[in-house]
T-cell receptor, first 116, second 111 residues
Framework: EAEVAQSPRYKITEKSQAVAFWCDPISGHATLYWYRQILGQGPELLVQFQDESVVDDSQLPKDRFSAERLKGVDSTLKIQPAELGDSAMYLC??????????????FGPGTRLTVL | GDSVTQMEGPVTLSEEAFLTINCTYTATGYPSLFWYVQYPGEGLQLLLKATKADDKGSNKGFEATYRKETTSFHLEKGSVQVSDSAVYFCALHDSWGKLQFGAGTQVVVTP
């Protein structure tokens, strides 16, 4: 069964350092999402890609976060510099359709980031 | 904007007890509604969904009915097992493919 892959699963870093997370969506899925899940809360969308284009990054802190999906397949989310408040689970999800419709988003296992 | 409110946890139950997790939503139009489950150390998995009023989603003994008149989508299971211990998220899905999640409800089932 196809799955969304993420790496690393766990990352510990010191504040002011740079970190990067990688996501490989299910093959053929046009839309890719990055979510941040703070402990005890629901996931919040950071950025949504349709193929290689960003369609929603309204909640992405652009002074320190960046995301790319250069070939419309896998994606990288970067934080530079990391701050203590960035400690959270970062989830990647993908769905087959580009927009509209009711098809399911499939989530990866997440990367748990701890900033010391 | 669209939002989801669900009951706070943790909800602690004994095995074979009846589970209800309340979820209400605020939205323009009639969004699709979902319940996701997150087991410890894992990502989210879709548990069930309903796409229009009066639809009932069901999976693994869980059920939820889309109630337009009360803007609710409460999750129920008649007899929980220890393996149902997890965090449950109610969510709505807008027409652009964007999910809005509730804060999650932790369920702990004891033997």
């Amino acid at each position: 069964e196809a799955e969304v892959a993420q790496s690393p699963r766990y990352k510990i870093t010191e504040k002011s350092q740079a970190v990067a997370f990688w996501c490989d969506p299910i093959s053929g899925h046009a839309t890719l999402y990055w979510y941040r899940q703070i402990l005890g809360q629901g996931p919040e969308l950071l950025v949504q890609f349709q193929d290689e284009s960003v369609v929603d990054d309204s909640q992405l802190p652009k002074d320190r976060f960046s995301a790319e999906r250069l070939k419309g397949v896998d994606s990288t989310l970067k934080i530079q510099p990391a701050e203590l408040g960035d400690s959270a689970m970062y989830l990647c999800a993908s769905r087959k359709r580009r927009q509209g419709g009711e098809d399911e988003q499939f989530f990866g296992p997440g990367t748990r980031l701890t900033v010391l | 904007g669209d939002s989801v409110t669900q009951m706070e946890g943790p909800v602690t139950l004994s095995e074979e007890a009846f589970l209800t997790i309340n979820c209400t939503y605020t939205a323009t139009g009639y969004p699709s509604l979902f319940w996701y489950v997150q087991y410890p150390g894992e990502g989210l998995q879709l548990l069930l969904k309903a796409t229009k009023a009066d639809d009932k989603g069901s999976n693994k003994g869980f059920e939820a009915t889309y109630r337009k008149e009360t803007t609710s989508f409460h999750l129920e299971k008649g007899s929980v097992q220890v393996s149902d211990s997890a965090v449950y998220f109610c969510a709505l899905h807008d027409s652009w493919g964007k999910l809005q999640f509730g804060a999650g409800t932790q369920v702990v089932v004891t033997p």
